[in-house]
């Protein structure tokens, strides 16, 4: 009956060192820290971020973080998007300067 109680008592010590290692290891599961405001861990330009800007940015690989597969896809998304939008920008603004040009030519 001693024996078996030995063995509990020492399984119970083992758990809690491995458990207490764990959490100092691991964290407790508290939320990450916010930054501090405008800061950045990753470069990005100040103004005119184009598409390649973005694809080109680069995580921390930290024990706790996201899918690098879904960040690169999000990275990757965004990137084109912000193209497709200077794209569409560049055009616009290309038909109103012929159509200053041409209300200017008219008159």
Not at 94 to 104: D, H, L, S, Y
């Amino acid at each position: 009956m001693t024996t078996a109680l030995i063995y509990l008592i020492v399984m119970l010590l083992v758990a809690a060192v491995v458990f207490l290692i764990a959490a100092v290891v691991f964290g407790r599961g508290e939320e990450l820290a916010p930054l501090a405001p405008g800061s950045s861990p990753t470069r990005l330009p100040a103004e005119e971020i184009t598409g390649a800007d973005v694809r080109e940015v680069k995580f921390q690989l930290v024990l706790r973080g996201y899918k690098m597969a879904e960040v690169d896809w999000v990275v990757a998304r965004l990137g084109s998007e912000i193209d497709g939008l200077r794209a569409r920008i560049a055009e616009l603004e290309n038909e109103a300067g012929e159509r200053r040009t041409w209300r200017e030519t008219a008159r």
